[in-house]
């Protein structure tokens, strides 16, 4: 398979914590991409991280990418009840230059 | 910041009726793609189009659909007859080019009812 899997599938922390959530992948990758979902509603994109590269930033996200172990990881530092979402990688695969694939989601609770 | 935008945003249709669902993608932009999440599932792919053509579908994306840009701002996906299991929520998106730099813009979503 060429889905991305994110771990864990259910997160509850509280406001101020740092919230981690991991995805892993099976083949080579152009680009991995990470997207926000609350309950119900559109998809909204995080970041990108390149196939070349090892870390991106993007205010309170950071994102960690491991070609060599084929998974990747958002960071979302000093979590707000407002990030409580569900958050997906999805990967652009090697040759495909097309579709991405999403994963199955880490649904993340920030209790206030 | 350009969007992507779908309409209607809830579409309930009667099994076996044919519905369309809209999308505008941001302007300058060349690959538009649809994809479907069936609620508490994860998103999957239907289909990408790039110079009026189908470029890719997947196996979920069968007779029973069509997409087309009729005009230069508009890109549709259709269900001829639609079935209880095409419930979801429906995305589309775009992106400007394939250069891995380049990210997908997803739309806010058409949720289908089929009753």
């Known amino acids: 398979s060429q889905q991305g899997e994110e771990d864990p599938q259910a997160l509850s922390i509280q406001e101020g914590e740092n919230a981690t959530m991991n995805c892993s992948y099976k083949?080579?990758?152009?680009?991995l991409q990470w997207y926000r979902q609350n309950s119900g509603r559109g998809l909204v994109h995080l970041i990108l991280?390149?196939?070349?590269?090892r870390e991106k930033h993007s205010g309170r996200l950071r994102v960690t990418l491991d070609t060599s172990k084929k998974s990747s990881s958002l960071l979302i530092t000093a979590s707000r009840a407002a990030d409580t979402a569900s958050y997906f990688c999805?990967?652009?695969?090697?040759?495909?230059?097309?579709?991405?694939?999403f994963g199955t989601g880490t649904k993340l609770q920030v209790i206030p | 910041e350009p969007e992507v935008t779908q309409t209607p945003s809830h579409q309930v249709t009667q099994m076996g009726q044919e519905v369309i669902l809209r999308c505008v993608p941001i302007?300058?932009?060349?690959?538009f793609y649809w994809y479907r999440q069936i609620l508490g599932q994860k998103v999957e792919f239907l289909v990408s189009?790039?110079?009026?053509?189908?470029?890719?579908k997947s196996e979920i994306f069968d007779d029973q659909f069509s997409v087309e840009r009729p005009d230069g701002s508009n890109f549709t996906l259709k269900i001829r007859s639609t079935k209880l299991e095409d419930s979801a929520m429906y995305f589309c998106?775009?992106?400007?080019?394939?250069?891995?730099?380049?990210?997908?813009?997803f739309g806010p979503g058409t949720r289908l009812t089929v009753t």
């Open positions: 083949t080579s990758i152009n680009n």
């Open positions: 302007s300058n932009h060349l690959y």
């Open positions: 999805a990967t652009e695969f090697e040759g495909g230059y097309q579709k991405v694939t």
């Open positions: 991280i390149r196939s070349n590269e």
């Open positions: 998106a775009s992106r400007e080019g394939l250069h891995s730099n380049y990210e997908q813009y």
């Open positions: 189009f790039y110079n009026n053509e189908i470029s890719e």
